[in-house]
């Protein structure tokens, strides 16, 4: 009977640790799999660019702290996303923090990654270079996509929050789209 009762429990419990530790272990192996074909040691794809360049490591803190601040919005889209999930009355706000979550994502990644440099031609050049207005210009139109399709929800919501973290996200994309000369000035 005891051994029954583990081998039940150890089968409850394996999705839980396949959703734990495989996600880390795929990482690795992807860290590993970029240090191989760019010849560069592991070392740069995991330690932290202050620490690697020898550069203070309060620069690009502000950066830093909106990664977080994107995480943790992505973190609370999800969960709500899930506790409303099972109901059939709550389904479309379920589908709503769900977008959202999906579309903090994309942002963080871009954020974190620098994605949409990254495409512009930092590190794809040439036929494979995308302009930075057309990522860019993809994001406004995946926000706008997020805006109509959630609009009844939105409307029937306090949309303050909402509307100052467009505002902001606006005011963000306004600066990226800004020359660097005014910006390093």
Same mark, same amino acid.
């Given at each position: 009977m !005891?051994?029954?009762?583990r081998?039940?429990?150890?089968?409850?419990?394996?999705?839980?640790f396949?959703?734990?530790?495989?996600?880390?272990l795929?990482?690795?192996?992807?860290?590993?799999?970029?240090?191989?074909?760019?010849? !560069?040691p592991?070392g740069l794809?995991t330690?932290?660019?202050?620490?690697?360049?020898?550069t203070?490591?309060?620069?690009g803190?502000i950066?830093?702290l909106g990664a977080?601040?994107?995480?943790?919005a992505?973190g609370?889209?999800?969960?709500?996303?899930?506790?409303?999930?099972?109901k059939?009355?709550?389904r479309? +706000?379920?589908?709503?923090?769900?977008?959202?979550?999906?579309?903090? %994502?994309l942002? %963080?990644?871009?954020?974190?990654?620098?994605?949409?440099?990254m495409?512009?031609g930092?590190?794809?050049?040439?036929?494979?270079?995308?302009r930075?207005?057309?990522?860019?210009?993809?994001y406004l139109?995946i926000?706008a996509?997020?805006?109509f399709?959630?609009?009844k !929800?939105?409307?029937q919501?306090?949309?303050?929050?909402?509307? +100052?973290?467009l505002g902001?996200?606006?005011?963000?994309?306004g600066?990226?789209?800004?020359?660097e000369?005014?910006l390093?000035?």
């Amino acid at each position: 009977m !005891q051994n029954l009762l583990r081998t039940s429990l150890i089968r409850d419990w394996i999705p839980a640790f396949l959703l734990i530790y495989v996600p880390p272990l795929l990482i690795l192996v992807c860290i590993a799999w970029l240090s191989w074909i760019t010849d !560069q040691p592991a070392g740069l794809f995991t330690r932290d660019p202050a620490a690697i360049t020898g550069t203070s490591s309060h620069w690009g803190m502000i950066s830093n702290l909106g990664a977080v601040f994107w995480a943790a919005a992505a973190g609370i889209c999800g969960f709500c996303s899930v506790l409303l999930h099972g109901k059939s009355e709550t389904r479309y +706000s379920s589908s709503f923090f769900l977008f959202a979550c999906f579309l903090t %994502l994309l942002l %963080l990644f871009d954020d974190l990654f620098m994605a949409h440099e990254m495409l512009s031609g930092t590190w794809l050049s040439g036929k494979w270079a995308i302009r930075e207005r057309y990522t860019l210009g993809t994001y406004l139109v995946i926000t706008a996509i997020f805006l109509f399709t959630f609009r009844k !929800q939105i409307m029937q919501s306090e949309a303050i929050l909402l509307a +100052s973290a467009l505002g902001l996200f606006a005011l963000s994309l306004g600066i990226d789209m800004l020359p660097e000369h005014i910006l390093s000035s």
